[in-house]
């Protein structure tokens, strides 16, 4: 086994050496992004009680069912939104994520589940362009104009959505959605999360673009009028 080892270190030295450096160099900047967003990750509660007052929640998507459920993981987050907004802790909810296609929608799905739950129509804004959470942060700042924010997601999740909401100028706070233990999939989220946290910097560094749009200020505008856009019917024609 020691044979097969140094093996490749005396027959070609100098490409093995530039290999092991690189090697050791991805490590590197892999711990010290996710020791620098953990870092900067903000603060964050489990309990509603302890939430500090904000203009909005913001809740950033995540799996839709095939047959249109929210994945346990997101359901927990709507339901914790849907507690801030009863408890007066939030005046409006942001719910962001992807529809990139008409069968999949996690803001209308998400939506939908709030107003089930009593959370009033108007308070209730979409994002259909929130396919990462960077972009997310950005359009909630740039297309909503959202500048306090409680942010509702998992633990494993938190510190690199609250470093990227600081990023995107949002003074944001989080509540945690572990309203049960993951178990595998918590494990494998966690695990995927070291590699997110290096995205993470990587967006913030070199500012990403997210998908522009109409302004649609969070402050001023009745949530409905971000529903959408609807399925066109059966039949009818795309254009004009």
Known sequence: M????????????????????????????????????????????????????????????????????????????VEQ????????????????GDHGTWKYDEPDTMRKALVRDGVAPKDVFEDHAGFDTWATMVRARSIFGVNDAVVITQGFHMPRALYLADAAGIDATGLTA????????????????????????????????????????IATTDGRESWGPQRAPAGSSAAG
């Open 2 to 77: 020691r044979r097969v080892l140094v093996y490749p270190f005396r027959r070609w030295p100098r490409l093995s050496k530039l290999v092991l450096g690189g090697a050791v160099a991805l490590v590197l900047l892999i711990a010290l992004a996710n020791v620098y967003v953990l870092m900067k990750g903000g603060d964050s509660t489990s309990r509603v009680a302890d939430v500090p007052k904000a203009e909005v929640a913001i809740v950033p998507g995540a799996l839709v069912q095939p047959d249109g459920t929210m994945s346990p993981m997101l359901a927990a987050r």
């Open 178 to 217: 572990d309203l049960q233990p993951w178990g595998y999939q918590g494990r494998k989220s966690a695990v995927r999360e070291v590699l997110s946290r290096v995205k993470a910097v990587a967006d913030v560094t070199f500012d990403t673009p997210a998908l522009a749009g109409p302004k649609i200020p």
């Open 81 to 96: 939104a849907s507690r801030l907004w009863h408890a007066g802790k939030v005046e409006k909810i942001l719910v962001s």
